[in-house]
């Protein structure tokens, strides 16, 4: 009777397909009130002798029982994983989707270009905060507190003295603070004013230049900028400096470039201010304005853009659309 477990479970095993199915048929017979269990119980029951001889021959196959469904528990586990593999197949042979590349803005592109053409003529990159104080922004520049652009209107005031720098020519004043002539510099970086219109965002992109030595005249800054247009812009481009107004430059002046609009009708564009540095702006570095003269200019960079790549609405350099950015 004993001996007919073992053929009876490896019948039933082989049509077990689950492993909860496996584990029923453990407790039918293995479990506390299982079949062999209950068998096994009755050893107890019988005489030493009968106990000497039974007793191996039970464990041996209770052994085998064991063995069994350890086995066919292995199995079900490995058909298990094979089945997910196989779900989970990839098909190499399927065309791919196809990856795209991401490319540099077209004011990144701009912006690098002019801090190229810069570096060939031996200026430096200096860089400093957006977040700026109304001592570096306006005071140190000469502008005086009754300027219009320091009315809320025009500036981010973050309180306490603090703002968004509404130009880069603040890094004029940190360069020469820390720094003795000769100097000669770019500084890019972004600009921030209340204004929002086909030509103005509220934060937009200037660079910034700074040359100081012991005899630069307005010849330095008309030759610089002129060969600074002529490499941007083309070589035969004309261009016109018109006298103008800034607290920290004196004289100052506007460059403007003569451009063909997209019906070939030429006009004047201005693209930067400019002019050779006020000894008021050397005084609040402690300069020697008889020692040293300086020249000073300040681009946007969306507007150079905007009139190479012939832009019309410089929002769209915001707006993030692929069609937009690609043409680039
Ligand atoms: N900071 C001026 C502006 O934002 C530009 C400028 C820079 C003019 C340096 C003169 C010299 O308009």
Not at 200 to 210: A, D, N
Request: aromatic share 10%; charged share 25%.
């Amino acid at each position: 009777m004993i001996n007919d477990f073992i053929p009876k479970i490896k019948k039933e095993i082989t049509q077990i397909s689950t492993e909860n199915d496996l584990m029923n048929l453990k407790s039918k017979y293995l479990g506390k009130k299982g079949e062999f269990t209950v068998l096994t119980n009755s050893i107890k029951d019988l005489s030493i002798d009968e106990k000497k001889t039974q007793g191996p021959i039970i464990n041996s196959i209770k052994k085998e029982i064991e063995s069994l469904i350890g086995a066919k528990f292995k199995l079900l586990k490995q058909s298990s994983i094979n089945k997910k593999l196989s779900e989970e197949r990839i098909d190499i042979s399927l065309p791919s989707k196809g990856s795209s590349y991401g490319s540099v803005h077209p004011i990144s592109q701009v912006l690098d270009e002019i801090v190229n053409i810069f570096t060939q003529f031996g200026f430096e990159v200096f860089e400093g905060p957006e977040i700026e104080s109304e001592y570096y922004n306006f005071e140190a520049l000469n502008i005086s507190k009754d300027h219009p652009a320091r009315d809320m209107q025009d500036t981010f005031y973050l309180g306490q003295g603090s703002l968004l720098r509404t130009h880069t020519s603040p890094m004029q004043v940190r360069m020469m603070e820390v720094n003795e002539p000769p100097i000669k510099i770019i500084s890019p970086g972004k600009v921030y004013r209340c204004d929002s219109d086909v030509t103005h965002t509220p934060m937009f992109h200037q660079i910034e230049g700074l040359l100081v030595d012991r005899v630069i005249t307005f010849a330095n800054l008309k030759g610089i900028l002129n060969e600074f247009i002529a490499r941007f812009f083309g070589k035969d481009i004309k261009t016109r400096f018109r006298p103008s107004y800034f607290p920290f430059t004196e004289p100052s002046a506007e460059l403007d470039i003569e451009w063909k609009d997209k019906s070939g009708n030429k006009a004047w564009m201005e693209v930067l201010g400019c002019g050779m540095v006020n000894p008021k702006v050397f005084d609040s570095v402690s300069y020697d304005s008889a020692e040293f003269t300086g020249l000073a200019f300040g681009m946007g960079i969306e507007r150079l853009a905007m009139i190479k790549l012939g832009i019309t609405d410089i929002r769209y350099f915001y707006q993030n659309d692929l069609k937009f950015l690609k043409q680039f």
